[in-house]
């Protein structure tokens, strides 16, 4: 079933690449993507595949054909589907991200047409947050903290994306 976000059109060839691709990340532990490709048909179609590390990619990996338009980033999470907020800033700046895994996939579409600067700083400054959290998940491995302090900063953490998501972007699931 083809799916649409605004005047793009993911056809059912996209909606299978990102499967398989979410099964290649599942077997191998890595995450994998793509840039989502605009063709001159307004159809979106999966641009070179990248495979990252166990937690990130190198968003400069991602290419499309010559006489195609980036229009976002397609790309797997081992957990869950939620973006973090280097995932919305990348996805803000190029218009939308789509996150996989196991549970589905999510696709977060910024709700202005144009990049809106303002709007892009403000996720941006939220990105220092991110490395906190990282930052405590070591202090937590190595029980510099507590569960519950780490569970409290964990939460804080997920309401600031949570902010962004509801105040920035339109989230769209994409049915497998």
Not at 1 to 12: A, L, Q
Not at 15 to 24: D, L
Not at 44 to 55: E, N, V
Not at 71 to 98: K, N, Q, W
Request: aromatic share 8%; proline share 3%.
């Amino acid at each position: 079933m083809t799916t649409k976000i605004n005047s793009y059109i993911i056809p059912d060839n996209t909606k299978n690449e990102m499967i398989n691709v979410i099964g290649m990340s599942i077997r191998s532990k890595l995450e994998h993507g793509f840039n989502l490709c605009l063709d001159k048909d307004n159809n979106i179609r999966p641009g070179k595949l990248c495979k990252g590390k166990k937690c990130s990619m190198e968003i400069a990996e991602f290419e499309c054909k010559e006489d195609e338009k980036t229009v976002g980033t397609f790309h797997t999470h081992e957990i869950s589907p939620d973006p973090s907020i280097r995932d919305l800033a990348i996805g803000y700046l190029g218009g939308m991200t789509c996150i996989g895994n196991y549970q589905g996939i999510k696709c977060y579409k910024r709700k202005k047409e144009d990049l809106d600067a303002l709007e892009y700083a403000e996720i941006r400054l939220k990105e220092d947050r991110e490395q906190f959290i990282k930052f405590e998940h070591e202090r937590w491995l190595t029980k510099k903290i507590t569960d519950k302090e780490f569970k409290e900063e964990v939460e804080k953490y997920k309401k600031e994306v949570s902010g962004l998501v509801n105040s920035y972007f339109r989230v769209i699931d994409i049915p497998k």
